[in-house]
């Protein structure tokens, strides 16, 4: 079973910057994609970033690449999301979601919130100008 708890939501200003934090909770002898996606309101979801458990690397999503870095804590199996340089467009409930999987590179290719069965409760991020 897998559970995910986003934490560090807030308000602030544009220019300014913000940690969301993921808490991930599942088997430990198994792979998982784990990803940050966001969604506006009249919006559709979209990936802000995902990594794969275990290894390094991840695949940041165009809109926030060179704005947004994610770091994972293997031992607190954590996802952390940093942003930066924030601005209203940024605004809107920010998720953690997982998958399983065994493979980087499908991690990378599977970047659709169609493809993650496993999601949080979410996190609002909201940007004032």
């Known amino acids: 079973q897998v559970h995910l708890v986003e934490s560090g939501g807030g308000s602030v200003q544009s220019g300014g910057s913000l940690t969301l934090s993921c808490k991930a909770s599942f088997d430990i002898h198994r792979t998982y994609c784990l990803a940050w996606f966001r969604q506006a309101p009249g919006k559709e979801r979209e990936g802000v970033a995902t990594t794969i458990t275990g290894a390094g690397g991840a695949r940041i999503g165009d809109s926030v690449k060179g704005r947004f870095t994610v770091s994972r804590d293997e031992a607190k199996n954590t996802l952390d999301l940093r942003m930066y340089s924030l601005n209203p467009e940024d605004t809107g409930m920010y998720y953690c979601?997982?998958?399983?999987?065994?493979?980087?590179?499908?991690?990378?290719?599977?970047?659709?919130?169609?493809?993650?069965?496993?999601w949080g409760q979410g996190t609002q991020v909201t940007v004032s100008s």
């Open positions: 979601a997982a998958v399983e999987s065994y493979s980087a590179s499908w991690c990378y290719q599977h970047f659709r919130a169609s493809d993650f069965p496993y």
